[in-house]
């Protein structure tokens, strides 16, 4: 699993189109596309490196009426999960295997 930053922060090389709730993300690094059901693109749309997890956590659950700690499980996996992609800061693919296609396997 990647690091994942205090602060998590979306990269800000993403292309990112959002239509009817749901996110696309274009990652030209490595040419990966992505798509987001609408609480993961709420979700991806916090993440600006301004707040923890559990500040997003307590937010997200006043307004949707959740438990906090609830929702902050949910975030973590998504976050991990956004890392795993590359898509944060700090968890940008390498571009030198993006570029050549060898992962080193």
Do not use: C, W
């Not at 996110?23 to 609480?39: C, F, Q, R, S, W």
């Not at 307590?58 to 898509?87: N, P, T």
């Amino acid at each position: 699993m990647e690091r994942v930053e205090e602060r998590p922060r979306v990269r800000d090389d993403l292309t990112v189109i959002e239509l009817d709730g749901e996110a696309v993300i274009h990652d030209e690094l490595n040419g990966d596309l992505h798509k987001l059901n609408p609480t993961a693109t709420l979700v991806f749309s916090l993440l600006d490196g301004s707040a923890t997890l559990e500040e997003l956590a307590v937010d997200v659950a006043a307004a949707y009426a959740m438990k906090v700690e609830e929702v902050l499980g949910q975030m973590r996996q998504l976050v991990e999960e956004l890392a795993a992609s590359h898509l944060l800061v700090g968890t940008e693919p390498d571009p030198f295997v993006a570029m050549d296609g060898d992962d080193g396997a």
